[in-house]
């Protein structure tokens, strides 16, 4: 399973991006797939995710600001309002689910990453 993340990049505060999350592969049981954080010396934080019900979950800067959805196939969007300085960071794409044959263990996958900068 590969995950590419596209849509970075500047903005000034107030603006908004659209980060969009492509995945090959097979995927055969989702349990979800979304976007965190990872921030240097601070853990993995959620931004925003889909559960294996198709409900939208957020972390707590994100909820009532982003919002997030499958677009194309495969592909997950991040849309991203009212950015400030504080949502400055590198965004991972995630899926966390089975691989290949429905029973193999469940486990995450991770893209590269990708910078957000919210600055004047």
């Known amino acids: 399973v590969q995950l590419t993340e596209s849509g970075g990049g500047s903005v000034q505060p107030g603006g908004s991006l659209r980060l969009s999350c492509l995945m090959t592969?097979?995927?055969?049981?989702?349990?979800?797939m979304g976007w965190y954080r990872r921030d240097p010396g601070k853990e993995t934080e959620l931004v925003a995710r889909i559960n294996s019900r198709g409900v939208g979950e957020f972390g707590g800067r994100a909820r009532g600001r982003f919002t997030v959805s499958f677009g194309d196939p495969n592909t997950i969007v991040l849309q991203m309002r009212s950015l400030d300085k504080e949502d400055t960071g590198v965004y991972y794409c995630?899926?966390?689910?089975?691989?290949?044959?429905?029973?193999?263990?469940?486990?995450?996958?991770w893209g590269q990453g990708t910078q957000v900068t919210v600055a004047s």
């Open positions: 995630n899926v966390f689910g089975e691989e290949g044959r429905r029973g193999a263990p469940a486990r995450d996958y």
């Open positions: 592969g097979e995927i055969v049981q989702m349990y979800s």
